[in-house]
């Protein structure tokens, strides 16, 4: 069973920039697993943030970058504002199916 | 604009049947692939189910298949999630959303509809 693996909890003040990563347990992420990016505030529905590693949609702020980082896919946010306070959450996709990451709380204190 | 919104869900016993219904609008829906995901009170999001644009190609989380099956209508911009033999681990929030097959970029979601299976 394929596990994805993201950091429990991060804290990053405002102004400052985290970044999040999402690891396989098949191994490397690369590109072709087409990383997605969804931030969920309680109560909410996911919001999408980024999709195929690095693409931006067109209402995600520039603050939020996907990238892979050491085998890993990442999203790192820069210059955090206390509104991104929030779960983030990695979907790979695995020649069909796909696989949520395990979700990282992100504190802004 | 673009809309997704489930519906179906309630309080069902073990071992029974539902059907969620995710209706769309705002887009050309024969041309997109969509998902079902879910999350249990408290936790994480789970990938339940995925189909083609056209429905010839279909991929189940293992924790449901044989269970549950994906459909959908393409004249009547209607998705399904037949769910069969329920367990109360499949207690959650069913999100359906909208995928763009070819980048497997998820961009619409709906709000979800809730399944409880009293354990």
């Known amino acids: 069973q394929t596990v994805v693996t993201q950091e429990p909890s991060l804290t990053v003040s405002p102004g400052g920039t985290v970044t999040l990563t999402c690891a396989s347990s098949?191994?490397?992420?690369?590109?072709?697993?087409?990383p997605n990016w969804f931030q969920q505030k309680p109560g909410q529905a996911p919001r999408p943030l980024i999709y195929?590693?690095?693409n931006r949609h067109s209402w995600t702020p520039a603050r939020f970058s996907g990238s892979l980082l050491g085998g890993k896919a990442a999203l790192t946010l820069s210059g955090v504002r206390p509104e991104d306070e929030a779960e983030y959450y990695c979907l790979l996709y695995y020649g069909g199916a796909y696989v949520f990451g395990t979700g990282t709380k992100v504190t802004v204190l | 604009q673009v809309q997704l919104v489930e519906s179906g869900g309630g309080v069902v016993q073990p071992g029974t049947s539902l059907r969620l219904s995710c209706a769309a609008s705002?887009?050309?829906?024969?041309?997109?692939?969509l998902i079902w995901v879910r999350q249990a009170p408290g936790k994480g999001l789970e990938w339940v189910a995925v189909i083609s644009y056209d429905g010839s190609d279909k991929y189940y989380a293992d924790s449901v298949k044989g269970r549950f099956t994906i459909s959908r209508d393409n004249s009547k911009n209607t998705l399904y999630l037949q769910m069969n033999s329920l367990r109360g681990e499949d207690t959650a929030v069913y999100y359906c959303?909208?995928?763009?097959?070819?980048?497997?970029?998820?961009?619409?979601w709906g709000q979800g509809t809730l399944v409880t299976v009293p354990s």
């Open positions: 959303a909208r995928v763009y097959s070819s980048t497997s970029r998820v961009d619409y």
């Open positions: 195929s590693t690095s």
């Open positions: 705002g887009f050309t829906f024969s041309t997109y692939g």
């Open positions: 098949t191994g490397a992420v690369t590109s072709g697993y087409y």
